[in-house]
């Protein structure tokens, strides 16, 4: 549905770019406005086009970036509140709140923001992951004054109707115990539960069938009132505007924000209680395995990892060049070994979910029951190859270019490029995560990959989580760690 309601809005500024075109050139005198320049491209390189960060006397944080190409304007927020703010049994409740927003207002009902947005062809969503929540909108620059009206009236002012909030819950609830009918879908949310215990990285993001059923009403609100205050969040705003004007625009409709408890309250709560740093989870020493029983899979899925690194980890960009070659890509080592060579399975893959904190490190794919063993003892001996013989430099090369040629696609549109400034803003990033990227891709060398691979790899302290038939697989996957815990995919939770 955003591909669809994107494309209908370029067509339409397309369109309405034509007919100012065709009226110039019927006889219009008036010298069409230059649109604003963007820095040019470093040589080789790339350049985030500039854009003005301005904090509010609320406490609200302001990204502006002027780009003229079509008569667009995209948006992104992200509220510091994401999955780890939920309080413990009510995971879910972040999830829940951003999905809400849009169910009732002050001034509409659910039907009427429908309408409303369907009328100006405007799109708006709002998602959780485990740091925060986002959300994003986008209209074209003649709706403004109607997109922002919407725009603030659905983050200031939703009213979280009791009925809408039942109903959500029940859906949600569905959801979850449909959705472990597919191992695909639930195994990394049992392998985040199991390599990371206690910490607040353990929960889904969405919650589970037993935490969904807890939440209430009341538990939205509250949520909403403590942690959707203007010092939580950060607007970016990209478009087809001047940044003079959308600050003063911005400033009228956000500027006398207090959050829903006032601003008294609001301001000694975000005192007492100020976004949530996140420790780092301690790695896994040792192995250890959990088998999770779906006695109707023909499949075994699994996942095999550890603790990984951080959103800020000074190595990121190296270690992004590494994981492509090992299990990033389709010519990847793991997918070339356990897909291409072998058949043993249709996709293998590796991948570092960079968090605030260290997010999880993990191989995974799937395969035949029959080929448990082989697959699971290929992805580990693939493993042990990568320590023992590394990256040669014309494969460091090739993972050079495939990065430089697939990250620019990425940050093209204004709604890309507005989701890109919030996140930068809520780690602590800045325009250089762009500027500077190639140059550090650049940078690494074949021995500075080895030293990524036995520091960020590991290879002795491994979790295992296995999702398939217990009666013909077990026997074969204990074998992977003196530790099995197992556990029926019908039981509550992950």
């Known amino acids: 549905m955003r591909t669809f309601i994107r494309t209908s809005l370029v067509f339409t500024a397309c369109l309405a770019l ?13 010298k069409p406005a230059t649109p604003a320049a963007t820095p040019a491209p470093a040589a080789g390189g790339l350049q985030l086009p500039a854009y003005k960060k301005v904090k509010l006397k609320n406490g609200l944080t302001l990204l502006l970036m002027e780009q003229h190409e079509i008569p667009i304007v995209s948006f992104s927020f992200i509220v510091r509140a994401g999955s780890v703010a939920d309080p413990q049994g009510k995971e879910g409740l972040a999830s829940l709140t951003a999905g809400l927003l849009r169910k009732g207002t002050k001034a509409r009902n659910a039907d009427q923001i429908s309408a409303d947005l369907d009328f100006i062809g405007m799109s ?16 074209l620059k003649k709706d403004m004054d109607r997109g922002l009206d919407l725009l603030s009236d659905l983050l200031l002012n939703p009213t979280f109707p009791e009925a809408e909030v ?22 990394g949310n049992y392998y985040n539960a199991y390599l990371f215990g206690s910490h607040p990285y353990a929960r889904a993001s969405f919650g589970d069938e037993k935490s969904i059923a807890a939440l ?58 100020p976004p949530l740093k996140l420790a780092a989870a301690p790695p896994v020493t040792g192995k250890k395995l959990l088998l999770v029983d779906k006695p109707d899979l023909t499949q075994t899925y699994f996942m095999i990892g550890n603790v990984g690194v951080a959103r800020t980890n000074a190595d990121r960009v190296g270690l992004d060049l590494v994981n492509t070659l090992f299990g990033g890509r389709f010519t990847s080592m793991l997918n070339s070994e ?30 035949r029951n029959a080929t448990t063993e082989k697959a699971m003892d290929m992805a580990l001996d693939i493993l042990k190859k990568l320590h023992t013989e590394g990256v ?34 809520f780690y602590g990033l800045d325009q250089r995560e ?23 790899f590991p290879q002795e302290n491994l979790v295992f ?30």
């Open 216 to 273: 209430n009403r009341a538990d939205v609100a509250a949520f909403y009132a403590a942690k959707y205050v203007p010092a939580n969040t950060i607007i970016a705003a990209v478009g087809d505007f001047a940044a003079a004007d959308m600050e003063k625009t911005l400033t009228d409709r956000f500027g006398a924000w207090q959050g829903a408890l006032g601003g008294a309250l609001t301001a000694f709560i975000t005192k007492i209680q």
């Open 18 to 30: 034509a007919v100012s075109l065709q009226a110039q050139a019927k006889g219009a005198t008036k």
């Open 434 to 456: 762009i500027n500077e990227l190639y140059a550090r891709i650049d940078a690494l060398t074949v021995d500075g990959a080895k030293q990524l691979i036995q520091k960020y």
């Open 338 to 367: 356990l897909r291409v060579n072998t058949g043993l399975t249709y996709g293998a893959r590796s991948f570092f979910a960079e968090r605030q904190a260290p997010g999880p490190f993990a191989i995974s794919t799937y395969t």
């Open 392 to 425: 040669t430099e014309e494969q460091l090369k090739s993972a050079k270019a495939y990065r430089k040629g697939q990250f620019p696609p990425n940050i093209e549109t204004t709604d890309q490029l507005a989701g890109l400034l919030t996140e930068l803003e």
């Open 465 to 494: 989580t296995v999702v398939g038939k217990a009666s013909e697989i077990e026997p074969v996957v204990k074998k992977y760690a003196p530790k099995m815990d197992k556990k029926s995919i019908t039981e509550a939770g992950y």
């Open 166 to 187: 039942a109903k959500m819950v029940k859906q949600r609830v569905d959801q979850v115990k449909a959705s472990k009918d597919s191992a695909a879908g639930v195994i």
């Open 124 to 139: 708006f969503g709002a998602n959780v992951n485990h740091d925060y929540t986002s959300g994003s909108a986008e209209f």
